[in-house]
């Protein structure tokens, strides 16, 4: 119940970091914002995993900071498209969409083929996204292509992070990729002009609520609460951030959402709902038929054998 909680919450701060990042790039630029934001976020971590950090090789500790190179180009486009774009909530519908992207990114990059379950949920979310965008004819807006090409970044992400990060503890290996995600955003943003930032109080107190609450807590919970529940119910409670977020954006923002584009959120949330039901549902089927098999070998094998 304590790893339910934890996630839960999680879910509520990442909801939060929606909302803190749009008002803070109001003030200050993006890839500066990201930058500074993970690198002081992955400070706030280090203590609690500075022991763990020392025992990695330095090959351990390559493997994580490579797959935090995929996670910081996600995020750069990410925070880009949360500057030039009307609407958070939407963008976070389209951002959840990395987890139904991700089995098509294995099966690309690693020729890991999808289950069933993707196939099923995958028209489901296109007709949610085409719900969600296509509210002005056959055209989306720069935003929702860019929410889409992060969406898609984050998926490689989850493959890698799934395939090179499995023998590191997550708290090592999210501290290590916030440390790269924040280097990424601090050496984009040298390179780029340089722009004025409007400090006042209201920009340090939200920086301050991105950075401390909604990536360092955030994490920290996330992780926690991983350790204690099964995946499926992690990745159940992991899809409620678009749900907040759209609640956050109405009431702190302002944000208003068409009909047309709440029904396609409601669509894409169906889609992850089902992916995630239908996966536990073929996997326990799967393990079924292959005790199944084993025991019919098992006892053909006996009946084959001579009598001593």
Known sequence: MRGVLYLFIATLLAAVGWVASKIVVQSMPGELFIGSRFLLASIVLLPFCYKSLLKLSMRQVLS???????????LQVWIYAVSISDSLSEG???MSLAM????LTAWLLFQ????????????VSTTGMMLLSLTNGWKMESSQLLFL????????????????????????SICLQLFVVGLVGLMY??????????????????FAISTLIATSVRYLLQTMGQYKVSMETAALLMILEPVWTLLLSITMLGETLELQKLIGGGVIFLSLFLYIKLSRRFAKAERAEIVKAETVKAETGKAERPAA
């Open 92 to 94: 976070a519908f389209i």
């Open 100 to 103: 139904i992207i991700a089995p």
């Open 189 to 206: 943003s040298f390179y780029t002009q340089p722009h004025s930032i409007g400090f006042s109080s209201n920009l340090i107190i939200w």
């Open 112 to 123: 890991v083929k999808p289950n069933h379950a993707f196939w099923i949920a995958l028209p």
């Open 149 to 172: 090409l992060a969406s898609a970044l984050l998926s490689v992400h989850f493959v890698m992070n799934k395939r090179v990060s499995g023998n590191l503890k997550p708290l090592v």
């Open 64 to 74: 994580a900071c490579g797959v935090g190179v995929f996670l910081g180009l996600a």
